[in-house]
C-alpha cells in the first residue's frame, strides 16, 4: 500500500477591516426627483392661497415683534430672579401681569459649555465644579485609521493596550440637576457673570 497523503484544509482568510467596514455598510438610496406638478386653482382657492401667504407673512412679522417684546420683559425679569437665587429663594418661573394678560416667565435648566472651558469654569466653581459639572465622554475612531491598511490590520486584531493608537475621547460637558438653583449659593455675583461668559443658558420663555 502507498502511503497516504495527509489533505491539507486551507485555513479561512482572516477578516480584514476592509471587508468589516462592508459588512457594515448600509446605502441609503435616493428617490429618482420627480418632476413637479402644477395646479391650477380655482378663483375662490386662489383667493384662499394668497390669504395664506398674506397670513404667513404676518406671523413672520408678529414673531419678530413678539420676540423683541419677549427680549425687554427678560432684561427686568432676570436680575430679579439672580436677586431671588442669591437670597435663598430662587425660582424657575415667575408670574407676570400686563395691563390686560397675564403670562408666566419660565426658565430652564440647560446651558450649552464648551468643554475646553472646564479649567476656567473649575477656577470659578472651585471644589463645587465636581458638583455642578458633568463630564460625558464619547470615543470615536480616529481618522487616520481609514487611511492607514497597517493600523487597519493591527486594529483587527487586537485592541487592548493599542487603544490609545486608534480612539480618541471627546469630552463634553452639562450641569447637573438643580444647577440654576444651586449655583446662587457657590458663587457671588461677580462669579455668576463670569460663568455666564463661558455658559450660555437655553432660552427662557413666556407661556
Do not use: C, W
Not at 466653581?125 to 493591527?154: C, H, M, P, T
Request: charged share 30%; net charge neutral; no cysteine.
Amino acid at each position: 500500500m502507498g502511503q497516504a497523503t495527509a489533505r491539507v484544509i486551507p485555513l479561512p482568510k482572516k477578516k480584514g477591516f476592509g471587508d468589516a467596514l462592508k459588512a457594515t455598510k448600509t446605502t441609503e438610496k435616493k428617490a429618482p426627483a420627480k418632476k413637479e406638478r402644477s395646479i391650477e386653482l380655482p378663483d375662490d382657492l386662489k383667493t384662499e392661497l394668497d390669504r395664506f401667504y398674506s397670513m404667513k407673512k404676518n406671523v413672520k412679522q408678529g414673531t419678530a415683534e413678539m420676540k423683541a417684546a419677549q427680549a425687554k420683559i427678560f432684561s427686568h425679569i432676570m436680575p430679579i430672579q439672580d436677586e431671588d437665587g442669591f437670597a435663598n429663594r430662587f425660582s424657575s418661573s415667575y408670574a407676570v401681569k400686563g395691563h390686560k394678560e397675564t403670562g408666566k416667565y419660565v426658565s430652564v435648566n440647560k446651558f450649552s459649555i464648551n468643554a475646553e472651558d472646564d479649567g476656567k469654569l473649575a477656577e470659578i466653581l472651585g471644589e463645587s465644579y465636581s458638583r455642578l459639572i458633568e463630564e460625558n465622554s464619547v470615543v470615536r475612531l480616529k481618522a487616520a485609521v481609514f487611511e492607514d491598511e497597517e493600523l487597519q490590520e493591527q486594529l483587527m486584531e487586537l485592541i487592548g493596550d493599542a487603544f490609545g493608537t486608534f480612539f480618541e475621547t471627546a469630552t463634553t460637558l452639562k450641569v447637573s440637576e438643580g444647577f440654576n438653583e444651586a449655583v446662587y449659593r457657590e458663587v457671588d455675583e461677580d462669579g455668576l457673570a463670569q460663568l455666564r461668559v463661558f455658559m450660555k443658558q437655553t432660552s427662557a420663555s413666556l407661556r
